[in-house]
């Protein structure tokens, strides 16, 4: 599996930017209520920040050799693509409510900004929470790369993949 590519994860906060924008032009043309998450959705996204943790904390365990059990290979890789959805979901999260912020602030001279402009704040912070713990648990996920034993495996690898780590 790949790591996360951090480009992947800005141009998701662009777009979703773009979008959070758009779709708060439309609404507030419209006198519609602004596109924001509801502030339940914080428990949401903090039981799944909490899960992704849990199941990385036991992946780093095992990585680091307190081998009790035998890991579950399916487990590790099931944590690893939940970690990397922690990540994309918060990026996206963040971008979608950049937008919203940056259309509210234009309004900000013209009425008080409110309980919206707080929600947003507490949505865009939650995103952040997200993506920190997705690519700490991705990085729990990653094993040390080996000691290239002799030149043996040196030259029967290659010198450019001999010593890289790879995803428990």
């Known amino acids: 599996m790949r790591t996360i590519k951090y480009s992947w994860l800005g141009l998701i906060v662009l777009s979703g930017g773009v979008f959070g924008w ?5 609404t507030t043309r419209g006198s519609l209520p602004v596109p924001v998450l509801h ?17 990385g904390l036991r992946v780093r365990r095992w990585r680091n050799g307190k081998r ?32 919203i912020l940056v259309d509210q602030l234009t ?7 409110g309980p919206v402009l707080w929600q947003v704040l507490a949505m865009m912070g939650a995103g952040l929470v997200m993506v920190i713990v997705g690519l700490v648990v ?31």
């Not at 758009?22 to 439309?26: C, E, I, Q, R």
């Open 22 to 26: 758009l779709a708060n032009l439309v």
């Open 39 to 55: 502030l339940s959705s914080l428990a949401t996204m903090a039981a799944i920040v909490v899960f992704t943790l849990v199941l």
């Open 68 to 99: 009790d059990r035998e890991l579950n290979p399916v487990l590790a890789a099931r944590t690893l693509v939940l970690a990397q959805a922690c990540a994309y979901a918060g990026a996206l999260i963040i971008g979608w409510h950049a937008g």
């Open 107 to 113: 309004l900000l001279a013209y009425r008080p900004g």
């Open 138 to 168: 991705e990085r729990f996920c990653k094993l040390p790369p080996e000691e290239p034993d002799s030149l043996k495996e040196i030259t029967e690898e290659g010198p450019e993949t001999a010593g890289e780590g790879e995803y428990a």
